[in-house]
T-cell receptor, first 115, second 113 residues
Framework: QKEVEQNSGPLSVPEGAIASLNCTYS??????FFWYRQYSGKSPELIMS????GDKEDGRFTAQLNKASQYVSLLIRDSQPSDSATYLC???????????????FGQGTILTVHP | GAVVSQHPSWVICKSGTSVKIECRSL??????MFWYRQFPKQSLMLMAT?????????EQGVEKDKFLINHASLTLSTLTVTSAHPEDSSFYIC?????????FGPGTRLTVT
């Protein structure tokens, strides 16, 4: 079993729709969870961070975390063509010190938003 | 927001030569930086943790003698790929932590011919 798994994709949604991206992780000691967006040929850009169970909203993005189910998701409302990218789920144990930088990434989900 | 820069953005070198990649934190001090590698159509994998004033720590399977890391100041970490081979061709990305969040540099695309 991979440490961090994302729904395989690719995911294609029409403009204006909701895109739903899912991620599961195996390490129950994980404490910090992140969603990154990566455009082709570019480095990852942080979209959302979430640390406690429940929902966290930021603009059109909502991250959801369920530690009991070891599941984290990202919803993108009113999807735009500019949202087309690879979305990476990343997890770390966040036990302090340098461990905050040690992220384990999922394989990524390619999202295409078509006009 | 936090800004991390890298130089060069891309480099082509011949097999057997060495290449140095710089990573700088532009508006903050980073006692620790991280080096990741991304092969085509794969996700990012952590290579090593760069510690200012001390030795780097490497992830399992990463050759420390091949990937030399120097963190000489609070704003600069360098990664030197020694005796590069075509299989070292990859996208190398550094990162730094700000408020428990990881910010990535723009990356360096290395092609070894």
């Amino acid at each position: 079993q991979k440490e961090v798994e994302q729904n395989s994709g690719p995911l294609s949604v029409p403009e204006g729709a909701i895109a739903s991206l899912n991620c599961t992780y195996s390490d129950r000691g994980s404490q910090s969870f992140f969603w990154y967006r990566q455009y082709s040929g570019k480095s990852p850009e942080l979209i959302m961070s979430i640390y406690s169970n429940g929902d966290k909203e930021d603009g059109r993005f909502t991250a959801q975390l369920n530690k009991a189910s070891q599941y984290v998701s990202l919803l993108i409302r009113d999807s735009q063509p500019s949202d087309s990218a690879t979305y990476l789920c990343a997890v770390n144990r966040g036990a302090g010190g340098t461990s905050y930088g040690k992220l384990t990434f999922g394989q990524g989900t390619i999202l295409t938003v078509h006009p | 927001g936090a800004v991390v820069s890298q130089h060069p953005s891309w480099v082509i070198c011949k097999s057997g030569t060495s290449v140095k990649i710089e990573c700088r934190s532009l508006d903050f001090q980073a006692t620790t930086m991280f080096w990741y590698r991304q092969f085509p159509k794969q996700s990012l994998m952590l290579m090593a943790t760069s510690n200012e004033g001390s030795k780097a720590t490497y992830e399992q399977g990463v050759e420390k003698d091949k990937f030399l890391i120097n963190h000489a100041s609070l704003t600069l970490s360098t990664l030197t790929v020694t005796s590069a081979h075509p299989e070292d061709s990859s996208f190398y990305i550094c990162s730094a932590t700000v408020s428990h969040e990881q910010y990535f540099g723009p990356g360096t695309r290395l092609t070894v011919t």
